[in-house]
């Protein structure tokens, strides 16, 4: 069950949307058990951002997980930060990644 929500200031076209999503449900096989079966994505666009004192491009993936083990979690972080330099021109060193654990979560009125 993962999910990725990636926020920027850059404007995204379908295009690019369209390429990350296809990205990142390949780099999402990184980590072991996940697959773009259960991935679910979200974009938030041209969001006013200052990263090191600058409004020049960047942006944060915030990816939610449950049931997963962080000691993969340096391959995926390098993953989508080179997904969203490629497809965006986000430059890599301006792209946060952080990782929440979820311990509870509902699908389709139960939960895991």
């Not at 929500?5 to 999402?28: F, S």
């Amino acid at each position: 069950m993962p999910y990725i929500a990636t926020t920027t200031n850059a404007r995204l076209t379908d295009g690019q949307r369209d390429a990350m999503k296809r990205r990142m449900g390949e780099a999402i096989r990184l980590l072991p058990g996940k697959s773009e079966q259960w991935l679910m994505l979200s974009w938030r666009d041209g969001t006013p951002m200052a990263f090191q004192g600058s409004d020049a491009p960047c942006a944060i993936c915030e990816v939610k997980l449950y049931g997963a083990s962080p000691e993969h979690y340096d391959r995926l972080t390098g993953a989508l930060c080179a997904i969203v330099e490629q497809e965006t021109g986000v430059p890599a060193g301006r792209v946060y990644v952080t990782y929440q654990e979820i311990e509870n979560w509902g699908f389709d009125g139960g939960n895991f």
